[in-house]
């Protein structure tokens, strides 16, 4: 069912050097998929997304390892731009270190999600050891949601908390803190404990101040004064009034918050300050890094910090490289960035890197913190370090595609160059994935609706059709919500006018159920459709 969306496209695609793909030609490495209420969940063996330092899984005889063929170096000339040669310029020396950024995730920030122990903890207070009960219940229950265990939580008296042994307290912002999408909703939740821990007089930890920062500077997806007001004031009361002092993940936060809401001033001061308490570089802060520069246009800063990355011994997989060629694209450096892509497609040629990047964002979350750990154990056992190296997928994984679609759909407008990316992404057996759909949509409505366009009414409905069978099959990720509707609204209103996109918003109606605020929203894309339908009749 991958196939679908992509040959919808190729049949689309301006190209004819593509257009007689077919779907046996590619294969396809579908794992069976069953649904969870609205989103779909996708079933994978446990050896694609488990993954340990501590006994990396054996090679067949024919599989080339990192370790035996690649170097440091190797890895550090990976993302140098040169046009005619890969290595064709030794690296030149720098004088001067450049400043080590902080970034937002890290096992002291997403404690780990160990289970409560088999013994019960004693309940605090005897009176709710009902309530309590069924808290811990629910807290140990992994598939439990969010909303579950805060309304559980509330039916204990204010403060809730004082109810709460310490360790099922410790559970309870555990469980809060790892969020796949932070929102305001996650923000209230987290942050009302917080406050009932402080009515409480009971004592928060670090973790969960740092948490509480995060929180309150990242649940929009637009960073503004606003969000850095707000997650300043939470460090200030964490090290003034709670006396609580920082710590390098806390830097980490505060200048990941800082450098998304353009604020590169504070960002540098937040740098120096972490510079002055000598907090140290893990993982984390070396991929911050290059995402910094790549905020800040630049390039070479990019390229000077993936390079120091690897010179610290740091472990290099999908999601590092990843990050590079997002901040080469945003300094501006599109043919760079499409050639670290060509690097990890000759990776994935060669054999090298056994194992296969997960799509499960708690299994990619879990992977950092392994490699950071790994990084920091073996860093002076060189020979376990490269073996550790060599077990790390290197190949484009569906949010590479994202990354280079998104820019083509935003910058460039080239379907064919699309074209050529999903057929590649095809090739690799990858998943396809909803924000596809929606960076299509969007470029149809972006690109769509003029003379001589590739963009064309014929083409929207091709990939119309395959939107529509994918949802039918319950693919993982792939489900209508507002985003999607709006760009495909927009879409059919740019390339096939108001009474076509009406039509499809019937249709979408049947397979989304939004709610009060969401309802208005699409009121206001479907106001000027409605009016211009109008007066065509």
């Known amino acids: 069912m991958d196939n679908i969306f992509i040959n919808a496209l190729v049949r689309a695609s301006p190209c004819s050097s593509h257009t007689h793909f077919t779907k046996t030609q590619i294969p396809s490495s579908l794992s069976p998929h ?36 690649h170097t440091r170096d190797d890895y550090k000339h990976m993302v140098d731009y040169y046009s005619d040669s890969l290595y064709l310029q030794p690296e030149q020396p720098q004088d001067q270190p450049v400043f080590s950024l902080p970034v937002l995730e890290n096992e002291e920030t997403v404690p780990q999600t160990t289970k409560l122990p088999q013994k019960r903890p004693k309940v605090v207070n005897d009176d709710r050891k009902l309530e309590v009960q069924n808290l ?57 404990i917080l406050d009932d821990m402080k009515a409480a007089n009971l004592a928060v930890t670090k973790p969960q101040w740092n948490s509480a920062v995060m929180f309150a500077g990242r649940c929009f997806a637009i960073i503004s004064a606003r969000e850095v007001e707000a997650a300043l004031h939470i460090w200030k009361e964490m090290e003034q009034d709670a006396s609580v002092q920082g710590n390098h993940v806390t830097f980490n936060i505060l200048f990941d918050i800082a450098a998304k809401a353009g604020k590169f001033v504070l960002a540098e001061m937040i740098l120096k300050e972490m510079k002055a308490r000598r907090l ?167 690109h769509g609706g003029m003379r001589y366009t590739s963009w064309t009414g014929p083409r929207l409905e091709s990939v119309w059709d395959s939107f529509q069978h994918v949802l039918n099959q319950e693919v993982e990720d792939v489900y209508v919500a507002k985003w999607i509707a709006i760009w495909t609204i927009r879409a059919f209103g740019k390339c096939s006018g108001s009474d076509r996109a009406l039509k499809v918003w019937e249709e979408l109606k049947t397979r989304w159920d939004p709610d009060e605020r969401e309802s208005e929203i699409m009121h206001g894309i479907l106001k000027p459709i409605v009016d211009q339908s109008r007066a065509n009749s």
């Open 280 to 446: 140290g570089l893990n993982r984390f802060a070396h991929v911050g890094l290059i995402y910094y520069f790549g905020l800040k246009g630049d390039g070479d800063g990019v390229r000077k910090s993936y390079r120091e990355m690897v010179e610290a011994g740091q472990i290099i997989d999908t999601v590092v490289l990843n990050c590079v060629i997002a901040s080469l694209i945003r300094a501006g450096e599109l043919p760079a960035a499409e050639q670290v892509y060509q690097r990890m497609l000759n990776m994935h040629d060669r054999e090298i890197g056994s194992s296969r990047a997960s799509t499960d964002w708690k299994a990619i979350r879990e992977l950092g913190r392994v490699l950071d750990r790994a990084a920091r154990t073996f860093k002076k056992d060189s020979e376990t370090r490269n073996r550790i190296q060599g077990d790390q997928s290197l190949t484009p994984n569906v949010h590479t595609y994202i990354i280079l679609v998104r820019h083509h759909v935003s910058e460039t407008g080239e379907l064919h160059r699309i074209t050529t990316l999903l057929n590649q992404m095809q090739s690799l057996g990858l998943p396809i994935h909803g924000r596809l759909f929606l960076e299509i949509f969007k470029g149809f409505a972006s």
């Open 34 to 69: 069953v649904c969870h209420g609205g989103r779909r969940r996708q079933v994978q063996t446990p050896l694609s997304q488990n993954r340990a330092f501590h006994a990396p899984p054996l090679r067949s005889a024919g599989a080339v390892t990192i370790a035996a063929e």
């Open 136 to 192: 811990v219940n629910i807290l140990e229950d992994e598939n439990s949601s969010h909303e579950t265990i805060y309304e559980i939580y509330k039916m204990l008296p204010f403060p809730g908390v004082s109810f709460l042994a310490k360790d099922i307290r410790q559970r309870l912002f555990q469980r809060l803190s790892v969020v796949e999408k932070r929102n305001e909703r996650t923000l209230i939740r987290y942050l009302s």
